[in-house]
């Protein structure tokens, strides 16, 4: 199994800046690429990121392109998300999932299989 542990979640103004960590164990060897999603609720899951082990190709929804940066750090077993230029709308549980299927439609939760707890963000205005 993998498992997955998000941290960093906060509460910050608009505009403001955070980053998130998630660090994956387990039979990580399985895991092909590694996304970020978010929810609110009443709403469906939402990919926000998205990274090939290794770090390339990347691939980010279109409301956060320019804002977020998804990296790892291979040898700490850690994906993070920075979000810059936060906005109310970035307000969400923040989830970290693991893939170990082809590479696309990357931003599609149901092509996950291993899910984090989240870590929820939320940005005031």
């Known amino acids: 199994q993998v498992q997955l542990v998000e941290s960093g979640g906060a509460s910050v103004q608009a505009g403001g800046s955070l980053r998130l960590s998630c660090v994956y164990s387990?039979?990580?060897?399985?895991?092909?690429?590694m996304g970020w999603f978010r929810q609110v609720p009443g709403k469906e899951r939402e990919g926000v990121a998205a990274a090939y082990q290794g770090g390339s190709p990347t691939r980010y929804a279109d409301s956060v392109k320019g804002r977020f940066t998804i990296s790892q750090d291979r040898a700490k077993n850690t994906v993070y998300l920075q979000m810059n230029s936060l906005e109310p709308e970035d307000t969400a549980m923040y989830y970290c999932?693991?893939?170990?299927?082809?590479?696309?439609?990357?931003?599609?939760?149901?092509?996950?299989?291993?899910w984090g707890q989240g870590t929820q963000v939320t940005v005031t205005s």
């Open positions: 387990g039979y990580t060897e399985r895991i092909r690429y």
């Open positions: 999932a693991g893939s170990d299927d082809t590479w696309n439609s990357v931003l599609q939760s149901n092509k996950y299989q291993y």
